[in-house]
């Protein structure tokens, strides 16, 4: 790693590099000529590779030697679910604020499970929810050995993570008209589930990976807050406070995890725009000697110079055909949130400077699609990542293939959802309350309300959010108990009996061709792919 310092006025932190670390990189030839490429460290695919690993080696390290479930690691309150394993690594960031900092940060299978609060939090859920299901099949199945346990609940996981994410997350950030035009809608069991195609790409491809999916920074808020089981708000520990510091996740006093995940729940985030909150900027990773840390947007701009990516106005143009060329910065009128910002911008680029528009700036300030959180160009770059991710991946949860899931597996899968999740990971769950869409705030009802359908069978049968309001049509989002499986139904794992079901042989047939045209190459690297991925 090379360091290339970014100008700075508030002077070099202790760890000497005060801005961008040039990333490994390799050359492949794409005709011609031969291109920089930067090196992807984890698999493209939304393979759970954050539980995981991306590789065996990492694989190996989150295991537990002995047995089928994920390492884990009992720290602080003995009351409370055990935590990710500690790093081992000598070189690895020392936990703040826990035994005077002696301690090591969490291990999973990303090395950035640790970064701060919330994030472990997520990583933590999955290893508990991994070695839950471990437990529950143990009784299923008796006469499993360890391995093929491990292997099943892996397979599991995977298709739980992928389910969440195309059918909660994706409609949220997209919107539903977006959603449905890039092929990212979920249905019930089969219905409508896109063939694999074995010519589609599902590479990252490098503008994804350093500029557009790096939205996400402009919805981080300031503070973390912290709620106790009753959703009262307790505290918030500051941003820049909480990086590489887990004291408060083992501190059963301030509800330990439980706290940092329903505070995170009933948070709002940031709207994606033009702001980054300053704990980002200036505060990133910040050593308490030092006083002041990185700045996130200066080293989200600098990744995509450095990368290569091109001009925002270019991935716009690719994206809005229909639309002439712009050439001037009146030509950006209306596309931006705030017109103000365009002479903003202008005295940085420069009268003729419109089209050197880093393009993260360009992303994030674009007015959002209706009923979703991103613009248009966003849009079009994401949905067309997101589509190949589900379309070439061979084994997508939903493919009917022998390696596959069964229709009743299938099911059960689909019948779950991210609230039942927290509801089994987290402590005293049995006293829980929580509302079953957890990406979108509670509702508060004056009367009693039950919903006729539980919100994993909702979501795929309906389109949402709503257009203007972001709110979900016919659907109250008021907190439920755990306990009620009518709302929050639990994973079914008795498909999974040995026995249970004849698994249907699928017939062979030709990849049905999908109107997946690859965007226009702008002499833009491609991250390479680490597919090491295995199910096994």
Known sequence: MVCMDLPRTIGVPAHGCSGFEEEESTTKELEEPIVREQLNDITAYIDASGVYGSSEERLEKVRDAKSSRL??????????????????????????????????????????????????????????????????LQLI???????????????????VWQHIVYNEYMPALFGPVATDHFKLSIKPGRKEVPDYNENLSATMSNVFASAAYRLGHSQIPSELEIRDNKHFSQTAVPLHHAFFN??????????????????????????????????????????????????LLAMNIQRGREHGIPAYVEYREICTPQQPKIKSWDDLKGVFQDDGLLDELKEVYGEDGVREIDAFIGFTNEKHMPGGRIGHTLGCLLGDQFK?????????????????????????????????????TLDDSENLS???????????????????????????????????????????????????????????????????????????????????????????????????????
């Open 71 to 136: 390492a884990t690691h009992q720290l602080g309150d003995a009351n409370l679910l055990p935590f990710l394993p500690l790093e081992q690594d000598e070189d690895h960031h020392e936990c703040r604020g826990t035994q005077g900092g002696t301690l090591k940060c969490g291990f999973a299978g990303d090395l950035r499970a640790a970064e701060q609060p919330t994030l472990t939090a997520l990583h933590t859920v999955f290893v508990r929810l991994h070695n839950n299901i471990v437990s529950e």
């Open 141 to 159: 199945n008796g006469h499993w050995d360890e391995e093929r346990l491990f292997s099943e609940t892996r397979k599991i996981v995977i298709g």
């Open 246 to 295: 887990a004291s408060a996740m083992h501190d059963a006093a301030n509800n330990g995890m439980n706290g940092f995940v329903l505070g995170n729940i009933a948070q709002k985030l940031n709207k994606v725009d033009r702001h980054v909150t300053a704990a980002d900027q200036g505060h990133l990773f910040e050593e308490e000697e030092d006083g002041f840390g990185l700045d």
């Open 388 to 424: 190949r991710l589900r379309l070439g991946d061979r084994f997508w949860y939903e493919r009917n293939a022998p390696e596959g899931f069964t229709d009743s597996q299938l099911d059960a899968i689909k019948g779950t959802s991210l609230s039942r999740v927290l509801c089994d």
């Open 434 to 536: 929580i509302q079953p869409y957890p990406l979108h705030t509670p509702t508060y009802d004056t009367k009693k309300f039950k919903n006729d359908k539980p919100w994993a069978q909702f979501s795929m049968e309906n389109p949402f959010p709503e257009f203007k309001t972001l709110t979900l049509p016919n659907f109250s989002n008021h907190r439920v108990p755990c306990s009620d499986e009518s709302e929050i139904p639990k994973l079914n794992l008795n498909p999974w009996k040995d026995g249970s079901e004849v698994e249907p042989v699928p017939v062979d047939v030709e990849p049905v061709p999908v109107d997946v045209a690859p965007l226009p190459v702008l002499k833009e690297s491609i991250a390479s792919l680490d597919d090491g991925r295995t199910l096994a």
